[in-house]
């Protein structure tokens, strides 16, 4: 009963906020998303799996999905034929009779609930952004005060035992045999990957803020951000978060002071990871000889027996996308792998991985609009460059499409970056005449 009214409440609440602007509904949406894991892993019962689909569908019900300006119909234009393509398909699949009917309303609900994300992601604005940054700013810290909870008092404190935490206790790799920490999402690797994901937004926030106590909020959502990698103890997110914290370093221009409280802010980072064994997981990048066992078995394992034996695929829900734990045991002819493009192979067949691998190489192609100048141009770059190595590394792992909510805020990412953002204007003081006003554009316009 508690799990319904969650559902509801995520429904009502998303919707909500959704009709007062798109950064608000996003950031109620997200809250739920940080908050799912332990709410899931707490709440044992079917209901608990579909809070953040609840969410999802109360934002999708409070947006005007037609577009009436001509000049945004232009820019969005090809985000939305993407978004088609990538629905159609599965649904084509899945009136296949390959799974069972619960199996393939869940394993469609994987492959096509987060996708209409790209078209959000095209129509967001200045407004929306802001909102977005600092709500994230507020989710990371929370989410850091129970990453440090679950770091003093143990993991198991906050997620017991069950199928839905068997993730969680298979990760006890870490010195000294503890947990990776999860903090309130379904694993510490949900947890890391979502604050890579947010830190674009957040380090954007940061750099265009211009009240002191917002500048604070940015800081100490980027801190947060970080400190949750360490503590998720995820190597690829330890590494794209270095790369994202170099990447400001060298392309941003601001304030002397706020360059001193940002270097004071990672200085402070950096010596908490080289003094605590539990945050230095990062290290075995250095085994190369595991690192080349790992990719070597993602990348072969079945993909050719699956390619040959179902190239129409095993069916929505074949190759496991997000399926609760009490219906795995329905699957037809399950198939294992850690590899998402396989999955997508098992699930989708030859014809849904290569519309996958054309709208990856279409995305690809358009850095130059992701990389244009103009308003929120680095956390641009930033968002770009995360989902293309998400991409790119997705044959080592699974979950690109199902990841709560990581998946959301990359295709929210893709498409804002491949959108032209729309010219903005700003008034301002003119420096010689004084009493008079200028407007100066920004932000990027294309025809």
């Known amino acids: 009963?508690?799990?319904?009214?969650?559902?509801?409440?995520?429904?009502?609440?998303?919707?909500?906020?959704?009709?007062?602007?798109?950064?608000?509904?996003?950031?109620?949406?997200?809250?739920?998303?940080?908050?799912?894991?332990?709410?899931?892993?707490?709440?044992?019962?079917?209901?608990?799996?579909?809070?953040?689909?609840?969410?999802?569908?109360g934002l999708y019900l409070s947006q005007k999905w037609s577009v009436h300006d001509p000049a945004d119909a232009r820019?969005?234009?090809?985000?939305r034929l993407w978004t088609m393509l990538l629905i159609a398909w599965p649904f084509v699949i899945a009136l296949l009779p390959f799974q069972p009917i619960m199996v393939t309303i869940v394993g469609l609900r994987g492959n096509i609930f987060f996708i209409p994300v790209l078209i959000l992601g095209s129509q967001l604005k200045e407004k929306d952004l802001v909102?977005?940054?600092?709500?994230?700013?507020?989710?990371?810290?929370?989410?850091?005060?129970f990453a440090f909870a679950e770091y003093s008092l143990g993991v198991p404190r906050f997620f017991?035992?069950?199928p839905v935490t068997s993730t969680i206790?298979?990760?006890?790799?870490?010195?000294?045999?503890?947990?990776r920490i999860p903090a309130i999402f379904s694993s510490a690797a949900a947890y890391g990957g979502s604050m890579v994901a947010s830190l674009p937004y957040v380090i954007g926030f940061w750099t265009r803020a211009q009240r002191r106590i917002l500048r604070l909020l940015a800081l100490a959502g980027i801190g947060a951000a970080l400190l949750g990698i360490l503590m998720s103890a995820t190597r690829l997110n330890?590494?794209?978060?270095?790369?994202?914290?170099?990447?400001?370093?060298?392309t941003n221009r601001v304030k002397a002071s706020k360059w001193v409280a940002f270097l004071v802010l990672i200085a402070a980072m950096g010596y908490v990871a080289m003094t605590n064994e539990r945050f230095q997981r990062f290290k075995t990048l250095s085994d190369t000889e595991y690192l080349a066992d790992r990719v070597a078995g993602s990348v072969n394992r079945g993909f050719w027996e699956i390619l040959t034996d179902y190239p129409m695929g095993n069916g929505m829900g074949g190759g496991g996308t997000s399926l609760p734990y009490f219906l795995q045991g329905q699957v037809r002819n399950p198939i294992g792998q850690e590899?998402?493009?396989?999955?997508?192979?098992?699930?989708?067949?030859?014809?849904?991985l290569l519309l996958w691998v054309a709208f990856i190489g279409w995305f690809l192609l358009q850095a130059r609009t992701a990389f244009a100048k103009g308003s929120w141009q680095n956390s641009r770059r930033l968002v770009w460059s995360f989902a293309a190595v998400t991409l790119g590394t997705a044959w080592i792992g699974t979950g690109l499409l199902a990841a709560i909510p990581m998946t959301f805020m990359m295709l929210l990412g893709i498409g804002w970056t491949t959108t032209p953002m729309p010219a903005e204007v700003r008034p301002l003081r003119h420096p010689e005449k004084k009493g008079s006003t200028v407007v100066r554009r920004y932000g990027l316009v294309h025809s």
């Open 339 to 352: 590899n998402e493009y396989s999955r997508i192979l098992c699930e989708q067949g030859i014809i849904g």
């Open 75 to 79: 820019r969005s234009r090809m985000i």
């Open 1 to 57: 009963m508690i799990a319904v009214l969650i559902c509801v409440l995520a429904c009502a609440a998303s919707y909500w906020a959704g009709k007062r602007s798109l950064g608000l509904g996003m950031i109620a949406l997200l809250a739920f998303g940080y908050f799912y894991g332990i709410l899931r892993a707490n709440l044992l019962t079917v209901f608990s799996h579909f809070i953040f689909d609840a969410g999802m569908l």
């Open 131 to 145: 909102q977005l940054s600092a709500g994230l700013a507020v989710l990371n810290v929370t989410a850091a005060g």
């Open 169 to 179: 206790y298979a990760s006890g790799d870490i010195a000294g045999g503890f947990f």
């Open 160 to 162: 017991p035992f069950s």
């Open 238 to 250: 330890f590494v794209l978060g270095s790369a994202m914290i170099v990447a400001t370093l060298v």
